[in-house]
């Protein structure tokens, strides 16, 4: 099954994906990888989902914050691959970040968020490496920040 099938078959909607508001770029592709730049969380709304993990937000919350850092990868992945998602090869690995309290330990759990989705959504090119870091604070209040390393094809 096709990649945009899958995605419309579970009921997914990607983001436009935004060029940076930085001094970078959002993808780079080296070689046969294609490296993508921290997608923050923000909704369906285009709002952010902002807050501190632990505090205003809970895991499940966190969760769903990190789905949509998935998304908005997905969306810079098809735009780098000149709108073909059949040249992800695989997932190579995922880190994400948690604005969370000192006292949050769920921090896998929300980037579970993130995870689960590329493999629903990759299927076994899905499956990958990963790190769920605790930070005390991320860009403009968001939750939740996840950057991405596919191979292509």
Not at 138 to 153: M, N, R
Request: charged share 25%; net charge negative.
């Amino acid at each position: 099954m096709l990649i945009d099938e899958k995605l419309n078959e579970m009921g997914l909607i990607l983001p436009k994906a935004n060029d940076p508001v930085g001094s970078y770029v959002a993808t780079k592709i080296s070689g046969n990888l294609l490296y993508i730049s921290g997608q923050i969380s923000i909704d369906a709304e285009g709002q952010l989902i902002k807050g501190k993990v632990g505090k205003d937000l809970d895991t499940e919350q966190a969760y769903k914050a990190a789905q949509r850092c998935a998304l908005n990868i997905i969306a810079q992945a098809k735009k780098a691959c000149s709108d073909d998602l059949s040249k992800i090869k695989s997932c190579v690995k995922l880190t994400g970040f948690v604005n969370s309290t000192e006292d949050f330990s769920e921090q896998p759990k929300v980037v579970n968020g993130a995870s689960d989705l590329i493999k629903d959504v990759f299927g076994d090119k899905g499956t990958h490496t990963r790190a769920a870091v605790s930070t005390n604070s991320l860009p403009l209040g968001v939750a939740v920040e996840v950057d991405a390393i596919f191979e292509i094809k």
